[in-house]
């Protein structure tokens, strides 16, 4: 399965600025997905990052708030902007591959805590 | 509409049996997905299944009914590192995109 290296792993960030989370894959893949997760909660997708194209974003997130970047088939980042302390969550980015019948590999995540 | 239903928590005893449930209705399906989550953690791949019947790895196997839209974990000889939440995640009508349940926390005692 692929390997993803998300950085940073954590964070704590003041209201109103912006983080922009990296995840490096140590193969091309053709889609990644940007998640979020509210402790305790299921994941939920913010977006899908495709190389060469806009993301397409899930209802309830847009590009001003989270845009994204998809500049080659290995990498990506996330940004979030202007936070929130609503903003606190774990983002996880990860890729699905047809040799694992579509099944998602992770990267390791990233811990945001907005003050 | 989608919907993931599987128990909030279980607890279970080291070196026990523990089956988790899931029931799904999905728009289309593609396979489903169990994956591990410890606490803090990223979720790992566990297993997959898509035709129906059960799948066995070692102490996890898992089984799925598509006409029921049903699946179950079944994890053997339980540890102490097993305790996690336990995510069930369907396809739908997307070849890419997983539908995510709440998953099941499973808390295992000595």
């Known amino acids: 399965s692929a390997v993803i290296s998300q950085k940073p792993s954590r964070d704590i960030c003041q209201r109103g600025t912006s983080l922009t989370i990296q995840c490096q894959v140590d193969?091309?893949?053709?889609?990644m997905f940007w998640y979020r997760q509210q402790p305790g909660q299921s994941l939920t997708l913010i977006a899908t990052?495709?190389?060469?194209?806009?993301?397409?974003?899930e209802s309830g997130f847009v590009i001003d708030k989270f845009p994204i970047s998809r500049p080659n088939l290995t990498f990506s980042t996330l940004t979030v902007s202007n936070m929130s302390p609503e903003d606190s969550s774990i983002y996880l980015c990860?890729?699905?591959?047809?040799?694992?019948?579509?099944?998602?590999?992770f990267g390791s995540g990233t811990r945001l805590t907005v003050v | 509409g989608q919907n993931i239903d599987q128990p909030t928590e279980m607890t279970a005893t080291e070196g026990a049996i523990v089956q988790i449930n899931c029931t799904y209705q999905?728009?289309?399906?593609?396979?489903l997905f169990w994956y591990q989550q410890h606490a803090g953690e990223a979720p790992t791949f566990l297993s997959y299944?898509?035709l129906d019947g059960l799948e066995e790895k070692g102490r996890f196997s898992s089984f799925l009914s598509r006409s029921k839209g049903y699946s179950y974990l079944l994890l053997k000889e339980l540890q102490m590192k097993d305790s996690a939440s336990y995510l069930c995640?369907?396809?739908?009508?997307?070849?890419?995109?997983?539908?995510w349940g709440a998953g099941t926390k499973l808390i295992i005692k000595p």
């Open positions: 990860s890729v699905a591959r047809s040799t694992s019948n579509y099944g998602y590999t």
């Open positions: 193969s091309q893949v053709t889609m």
């Open positions: 990052a495709n190389q060469g194209s806009e993301a397409t974003y």
């Open positions: 999905t728009s289309g399906f593609n396979g």
């Open positions: 299944n898509v």
């Open positions: 995640a369907p396809k739908g009508d997307s070849n890419y995109q997983l539908i």
